[in-house]
């Protein structure tokens, strides 16, 4: 099963996707995580690219294309080897996240969007996305007060951040077969208690 974690900034899924395949793992499954952008050696080489403040100049066209080449390194040479294994795949974002910033986000056209995500990623969309709501003020709050380091899409004006909140908030109730939405202003514990029961319930059927 390939199992992805989408929100806005500062929603948490970082922080919960471990703790998550942790539980799995001790439930006998076979699990792997892994993160957008990133995960293999080339896409962690476009993740500092995309993430550096140094590069605050970057059209929105480059950043598409960039995270669609990232991907599409993740989809070969991780994601597709172990879903072939029988292995669950935890992704903390995935191609719905270009949808989100980009395409509601920056005003591209979703339905050219889809297309293109479907060349990088050889049309692999995942069996459930865990969507982890929580408002861009938050979110934004979040991330400056965690200490973590802020980059080049989280210094994007709030306004943008909202867009892209909505944008989620849109996609889930498109796709309500798919997406299970969680609400991330709960206290961590009780988020990863949702995401545990929600996931169990998932690979039960």
């Not at 995960?39 to 294309?65: A, C, Y």
């Not at 990232?70 to 949808?99: F, H, N, W």
């Not at 934004?140 to 943008?160: C, M, P």
Request: net charge neutral; glycine share 8%; charged share 25%.
């Amino acid at each position: 099963m390939f199992i992805t974690l989408e929100g806005p900034d500062g929603s948490g899924k970082s922080s919960q996707i471990e703790p998550l395949a942790e539980y799995l793992r001790q439930q006998g499954f076979s699990v792997i995580t892994t993160r957008e952008p990133g995960g293999t050696s080339i896409s962690n080489q476009v993740r500092d690219v995309l993430k550096s403040m140094e590069n605050k100049s970057m059209h929105p066209r480059t950043e598409i294309l960039l995270f669609c080449a990232a991907r599409a390194q993740l989809v070969e040479e991780v994601i597709c080897p172990a879903l072939e294994k029988g292995m669950i795949v935890l992704s903390d974002r995935y191609a719905d996240s270009t949808l989100a910033y980009q395409g509601y986000g920056h005003g591209y056209d979703l339905d050219f969007l889809r297309s293109l995500l479907n060349f990088a990623t050889g049309g692999l969309w995942p069996d459930l996305t865990l969507y982890l709501d929580v408002d861009a003020e938050t979110g934004l709050n979040r991330r400056k007060s965690g200490g973590g380091e802020w980059n080049r899409l989280d210094d994007y004006a709030l306004a943008f951040h909202r867009r892209v909140r909505q944008g989620y908030v849109e996609l889930a109730a498109q796709q309500p077969q798919r997406w299970v939405t969680v609400d991330a202003g709960q206290p961590m514990q009780v988020v990863q208690q949702e995401l545990r029961r929600i996931v169990t319930q998932r690979l039960k059927k």
